[in-house]
C-alpha cells in the first residue's frame, strides 16, 4: 500500500464539511490536524496525504444539527461595545477564547459569520462587562474615533435593522427667532 492517499476526495470531503456549517478550526480540531494544513488541501493541493491522517478526515460527518455558524453582526456589535466602555478588542477577544486577531478582524468586518460557540463566548464576556468602565483611554479613543457605541446604545444589539441611540447627552442646539 502507497504511504499516501489522493487529496482531491479529502479536499471534496472538507468543502462538504465547510457547506454544512462546519469550521475550518473545527475540522482541524477533530482531526487533530493543522488548520494551515487543511486550508493548503483545498488552495494548493499536496499530492498525497498520509493514510491515517485522510482517514480521520473522512470519518467526520457532515452536520446535520443545524447551522454551527451564525452571522457575526451581533459578536462585533458586543466587542465594539465593550471597546466603547474602555474594554480593547485585543483583551476581550481573548477572554471570549478567540485570538485578539482574529477578534481585531471581526470588528473590521473581515468575517460574516462566527461560530455559535464564539458569539455564545463573546455574550458571555459582553455581559460581565458590558456596564462596567474599562481600564483602557487607548479603546474609548479608538471606539470614538470609529463611532462605536455603547450597549445601552441598542434596543435589539442583533437585529440588522436596529440602528443605535445618540446616548452621549448630547442635545442639538436650535436658535430661536430674534
Known sequence: MPAFAPTAPVAVHVRALLASGWTLTGIADAAQVGRRTLGNWLNTPPRGV????AARVLALKPSTSGPLLVPSLGSV????ALAAMGWPVSWAGPQAGISDTHARMLVQGHHSMVTAAVADRIDAVFRRHCMKPGPSVI???HARRNKWVTAV???DIDDPADRPHDVAGRRSR???AA
Open 139 to 141: 479603546a474609548l479613543a
Open 50 to 53: 498520509h493514510h491515517h491522517v
Open 77 to 80: 456589535r458586543r466587542l465594539q
Open 153 to 155: 446604545a441598542w434596543d
Open 174 to 176: 436650535t436658535r430661536r
